[in-house]
């Protein structure tokens, strides 16, 4: 019905939520006259440079080959960590509602795994694997807690009026799965890839730092070792700007599915 | 179970002695039921009186196969509910009606097909949709519909199949008085044209009296039957019947019935 909205009622609702969001951006304006303040008058030190620079830095051709090659190395690696752990996370929650009990072990095989901090695992990592593979790795590993705890307590969530009435109906567990409780549990799974999304970035950033060849991680590093501030800074900026524009993209999706579903 | 040859005797649910206690979290238990009899014969309709929390959901709930009697038995057709619903020949309508939010009404309707796996029958839906009024919101989403038109819904899958024992706990109950009779005139020309072994639970006694073969008058804590009436009047029945000096009668001595003991 959606599709169905006049124009006057769209444009109510845009204003309504440009009213909705501007404290947001007010309280992002402020962010920026805040870091560009500090920067410009030195109160935090050389290290932080004023918000002018660093955009400063972004903007300029001569860095546009470096800065692209490490976004596009670090996103890479952050979308292939994050349909890997999203995969992976999916198959497990699955696996353990098919056979339940299996679920006890993998949910202690799981948070075992989540409570172990990546920076403990990556010291194996390096061992194991190609160190251009840890970035992917530390990922995927974070994601598919996140994507097994939301999809579980999602396929969990089925209202037992609901499981009644797919009993009195004589339905197969199969039917009850693929009728009830994979719908009830698509919008914890959404809210979930959602939240995954700046895990993701962590675990991809952090990956990157135990000496990938390339990517913003890298750039950080070799930022603040060689006292690149603005180089460093840069490299932060991007990775939050874009983990931010996706974590918002998931956040529409996010809401459809809470629409369509709930 | 012994072939009767008369069929019109033949007995579709049976409870015998049955009692439900419920254990509770701090270890007690609650007894629901204490011992109940009923036997209800294949295309019988039998009205359920009692005040609130006697027990007349669990005694749906046992007929359903929902639950189990922790004493005595429960059989439909000399077997297990279960078997009945596993069957698709049970149709049920909930206290809370149990609507798939995420599903149109019609789908809703259409549910029982799928969960049977039979080819989904769009002109029965239309007409069973048309039956309760719900005409034109086929396509509305239950969230969209008001409580009374949910439980409207909610009859018409409970007869998509054309079930042959059909269970209604109060279906009724968040409809105006008006469109309640309507429903009420409606449902009977179903039972008048085939035979659909009924069980409907009610707060109205007008309504027990108007649809039903025999009420059954409960008591609670622990739930018991008090009294077993078989209703006198000729089918099918006009709303002209209910305002006979009989009928009148009728309803004061349930009412009183129903009143507590003092
Ligand atoms: N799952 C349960 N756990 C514990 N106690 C229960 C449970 N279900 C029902 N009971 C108890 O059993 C008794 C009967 O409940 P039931 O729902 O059958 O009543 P009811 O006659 O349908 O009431 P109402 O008219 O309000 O719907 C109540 O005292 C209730 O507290
Ligand atoms: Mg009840």
């Not at chain 2, 007894?31 to 669990?58: H, M, N, Q, W, Y």
């Not at chain 2, 509305?140 to 998509?160: F, K």
């Given at each position: 019905?959606?599709?169905?909205?006049?124009?006057?009622?769209?444009?109510?609702?845009?204003?309504?939520?440009?009213?909705?969001?501007?404290?947001?951006?007010?309280?992002?304006?402020?962010?920026?006259?805040?870091?560009?303040?500090?920067?410009?008058?030195?109160?935090?030190?050389?290290?932080?440079?004023?918000?002018?620079?660093?955009?400063?830095?972004?903007?300029?051709?001569?860095?546009?080959?470096?800065?692209?090659r490490a976004a596009s190395t670090t996103l890479r690696a952050v979308a292939l960590g994050y349909l890997i752990g999203a995969g992976i996370g999916l198959f497990l929650a699955l696996a353990v509602r098919l056979f339940r009990p299996a679920r006890a072990g993998i949910d202690t095989f799981v948070a075992l795994i989540h409570v172990t901090p990546a920076i403990a695992l990556a010291p194996v990592f390096m061992i194991l694997m190609h160190?251009?593979?840890?970035?992917?790795?530390?990922?995927?590993?974070?994601?598919?807690?996140?994507?097994?705890?939301?999809?579980?307590?999602?396929?969990?969530?089925?209202?037992?009026?609901?499981?009644?009435?797919?009993?009195?109906?004589?339905?197969?567990?199969?039917?009850?799965?693929?009728?009830?409780?994979?719908?009830?549990?698509?919008?914890?799974?959404?809210?979930?890839?959602?939240?995954?999304?700046?895990?993701?970035?962590?675990?991809?950033?952090?990956?990157?730092?135990?000496?990938?060849?390339?990517?913003?991680?890298?750039?950080?590093?070799?930022?603040?070792?060689?006292?690149?501030?603005?180089?460093?800074?840069?490299?932060?900026?991007?990775?939050?700007?874009?983990?931010?524009?996706?974590?918002?993209?998931?956040?529409?999706?996010?809401?459809?599915?809470?629409?369509?579903?709930? | 179970?012994?072939?009767?040859?008369?069929?019109?005797?033949?007995?579709?649910?049976?409870?015998?002695?049955?009692?439900?206690?419920?254990?509770?979290?701090?270890?007690?238990?609650?007894?629901?039921?204490?011992?109940?009899?009923?036997?209800?014969?294949?295309?019988?309709?039998?009205?359920?009186?009692?005040?609130?929390?006697?027990?007349?959901?669990?005694?749906?709930?046992?007929?359903?196969?929902?639950?189990?009697?922790?004493?005595?038995?429960?059989?439909?057709?000399?077997?297990?509910?279960?078997?009945?619903?596993?069957?698709?020949?049970?149709?049920?309508?909930?206290?809370?009606?149990?609507?798939?939010?995420?599903?149109?009404?019609?789908?809703?309707?259409?549910?029982?097909?799928?969960?049977?796996?039979?080819?989904?029958?769009?002109?029965?839906?239309?007409?069973?949709?048309?039956?309760?009024?719900?005409?034109?919101?086929?396509?509305?989403?239950?969230?969209?519909?008001?409580?009374?038109?949910?439980?409207?819904?909610?009859?018409?899958?409970?007869?998509?199949?054309?079930?042959?024992?059909?269970?209604?706990?109060?279906?009724?109950?968040?409809?105006?008085?008006?469109?309640?009779?309507?429903?009420?005139?409606?449902?009977?020309?179903?039972?008048?044209?085939?035979?659909?072994?009924?069980?409907?639970?009610?707060?109205?006694?007008?309504?027990?009296?108007?649809?039903?073969?025999?009420?059954?008058?409960?008591?609670?804590?622990?739930?018991?039957?008090?009294?077993?009436?078989?209703?006198?009047?000729?089918?099918?029945?006009?709303?002209?019947?209910?305002?006979?000096?009989?009928?009148?009668?009728?309803?004061?001595?349930?009412?009183?019935?129903?009143?507590?003991?003092?």
């Open positions: 019905m959606a599709g169905l909205t006049s124009l006057p009622t769209r444009l109510r609702r845009l204003k309504r939520s440009c009213a909705q969001r501007a404290p947001a951006l007010i309280g992002i304006g402020l962010f920026c006259l805040a870091w560009q303040l500090i920067g410009s008058y030195r109160l935090a030190g050389l290290t932080w440079p004023p918000l002018s620079v660093v955009i400063g830095y972004l903007v300029d051709p001569d860095h546009h080959r470096l800065l692209t160190r251009d593979a840890i970035p992917v790795a530390i990922c995927a590993l974070a994601v598919t807690y996140l994507i097994y705890v939301a999809a579980t307590s999602g396929l969990d969530g089925a209202k037992r009026h609901h499981i009644d009435l797919f009993a009195v109906m004589g339905a197969r567990p199969w039917q009850r799965f693929w009728l009830l409780e994979r719908p009830t549990a698509l919008p914890a799974i959404a809210s979930g890839l959602k939240l995954a999304i700046p895990v993701a970035f962590m675990g991809t950033i952090v990956g990157e730092w135990f000496g990938a060849a390339r990517g913003l991680g890298l750039l950080m590093v070799s930022g603040m070792q060689n006292f690149q501030i603005p180089m460093l800074w840069a490299a932060v900026l991007l990775t939050t700007l874009t983990s931010l524009v996706l974590y918002a993209l998931m956040g529409l999706v996010e809401r459809a599915v809470e629409r369509r579903f709930a | 179970m012994p072939d009767i040859p008369q069929t019109e005797c033949r007995e579709a649910i049976a409870l015998r002695a049955a009692g439900k206690a419920f254990a509770l979290d701090d270890g007690g238990s609650v007894v629901a039921l204490d011992g109940i009899d009923i036997s209800i014969r294949e295309g019988e309709f039998v009205a359920i009186l009692g005040p609130s929390g006697c027990g007349k959901s669990t005694v749906l709930r046992l007929v359903a196969g929902l639950e189990t009697a922790t004493s005595g038995t429960v059989h439909i057709e000399g077997r297990a509910p279960a078997e009945l619903a596993a069957h698709h020949r049970l149709g049920v309508a909930f206290q809370d009606h149990a609507l798939l939010p995420w599903l149109s009404v019609s789908d809703n309707v259409a549910l029982p097909f799928r969960v049977a796996r039979k080819p989904v029958a769009r002109d029965t839906i239309a007409r069973l949709i048309a039956l309760v009024g719900l005409s034109g919101f086929e396509n509305a989403r239950p969230s969209q519909l008001s409580g009374g038109m949910r439980q409207r819904a909610s009859i018409a899958r409970a007869l998509a199949l054309d079930p042959d024992v059909l269970l209604l706990d109060e279906p009724f109950g968040a409809l105006d008085a008006v469109t309640r009779r309507h429903m009420n005139i409606e449902l009977q020309r179903i039972w008048s044209a085939r035979t659909l072994t009924t069980v409907l639970v009610t707060h109205s006694v007008e309504e027990a009296l108007f649809l039903a073969d025999r009420i059954i008058v409960m008591t609670g804590r622990p739930g018991r039957v008090l009294r077993d009436v078989a209703v006198p009047f000729a089918r099918p029945r006009t709303p002209e019947a209910l305002r006979t000096a009989q009928f009148h009668a009728m309803v004061d001595d349930l009412t009183r019935a129903l009143e507590p003991q003092g």
